[in-house]
């Protein structure tokens, strides 16, 4: 009983990797120090369940083949919920709510698309181009809304802040922005300035997102980790400057 409470002990305490990509200002590196309020938030999970963990930036489309290929003791951070996704991996509780996304349109677009009142007349025009991550989702609601889209969609292996300047650029049309990103871009990049932001009554809500983690990982580490998000209260109340700065 004393060796399998041993072994027991031993895969509890194993460490997992947890992988996170570039996206301001939820995490990212500046002057290779590891900042943002949601990397933050999940090294308190980690720190506070006693669940021994590395973290590690990657860029998305390589995080989610490692999921679909079984990587034991993995976790990645910040993630949505999706269908397709769950055969792969195991869902915490939420440890966000975003705010409803706005649009980010070049300065040659937004002149085309002023005459658009709803996202789903922007998206009906063919003429324009939307620029995502490859392997990326905008969420359940506006990826079903991009099924039946006539404007074309752009998949780039880029993370966040280079989207942003292929859209200065006008190399895209427009992007689904999420506002604490815009709200730092404006703030760090002069490439904000030839960039329009609008707001459509017809946007979906905002996604919760999730830390997602491998199957082999135990539920009792998951309950521990669920345990921290819990006593969190995570709502969906906008963050301070202060907790935006992390």
Same mark, same amino acid.
Not at 148 to 163: K, Y
Not at 181 to 188: D, S
């Given at each position: 009983? !004393?060796? =399998?409470?041993?072994?027991?002990?031993?895969?509890?305490?194993?460490? /997992?990797?947890?992988?996170?990509?570039? *996206?301001?200002?939820?995490?990212?590196?500046?002057?290779?120090?590891?900042?943002?309020?949601?990397?933050?938030? %999940?090294?308190?999970?980690?720190?506070?369940?006693?669940?021994?963990?590395?973290?590690?930036?990657?860029?998305? $489309?390589?995080?989610?083949?490692?999921?679909?290929?079984?990587?034991?003791?993995?976790? +990645?951070? %910040?993630?949505?919920?999706?269908?397709?996704?769950?055969?792969?991996?195991?869902? +915490?509780?939420?440890?966000? /709510?975003?705010?409803?996304?706005?649009? =980010? =349109? +070049?300065?040659?677009?937004?002149?085309?698309?002023?005459?658009?009142?709803?996202? #789903?007349?922007?998206?009906? @025009?063919?003429?324009?181009?939307?620029?995502?991550?490859?392997?990326? +989702?905008?969420?359940?609601?506006?990826?079903?809304?991009?099924?039946?889209?006539?404007?074309?969609?752009?998949?780039? #292996?880029?993370?966040?802040?280079?989207?942003? $300047?292929? =859209?200065?650029?006008?190399? /895209?049309?427009?992007?689904?922005?999420?506002?604490?990103?815009?709200?730092? !871009?404006?703030?760090?990049?002069?490439?904000? $300035? @030839?960039?329009?932001?609008?707001?459509?009554?017809?946007?979906?809500?905002?996604?919760?997102?999730?830390?997602?983690?491998?199957?082999?990982?135990?539920?009792?580490?998951?309950?521990?980790? *669920?345990?921290?998000?819990?006593?969190? $209260? /995570?709502?969906?109340?906008?963050?301070?400057?202060?907790? !935006?700065?992390?």
């Amino acid at each position: 009983m !004393l060796w =399998l409470a041993a072994v027991t002990a031993t895969a509890q305490a194993q460490e /997992i990797t947890v992988a996170w990509r570039e *996206n301001p200002p939820y995490n990212y590196t500046e002057q290779g120090v590891e900042k943002g309020f949601l990397l933050a938030r %999940g090294k308190q999970i980690f720190a506070q369940a006693h669940v021994p963990a590395q973290f590690v930036v990657e860029p998305t $489309k390589r995080i989610w083949a490692k999921f679909r290929v079984g990587t034991p003791a993995y976790c +990645s951070l %910040g993630r949505y919920r999706l269908p397709e996704r769950e055969p792969v991996m195991q869902y +915490s509780l939420p440890i966000h /709510i975003d705010p409803p996304r706005i649009v =980010l =349109l +070049s300065a040659a677009a937004a002149r085309q698309a002023h005459k658009y009142g709803k996202v #789903t007349e922007l998206l009906a @025009d063919s003429s324009l181009s939307l620029g995502m991550s490859d392997g990326g +989702s905008f969420g359940t609601e506006i990826d079903d809304m991009l099924k039946s889209a006539a404007t074309q969609v752009e998949r780039r #292996t880029v993370e966040s802040p280079l989207m942003m $300047k292929l =859209l200065a650029a006008d190399r /895209i049309s427009f992007v689904f922005a999420d506002r604490y990103a815009w709200h730092y !871009l404006k703030q760090h990049d002069p490439a904000a $300035k @030839d960039i329009v932001a609008r707001e459509f009554p017809d946007m979906p809500a905002g996604q919760k997102r999730y830390l997602v983690c491998s199957k082999d990982i135990s539920p009792d580490v998951m309950h521990r980790l *669920n345990a921290v998000i819990k006593s969190m $209260k /995570i709502s969906a109340q906008p963050l301070t400057d202060a907790e !935006l700065n992390q």
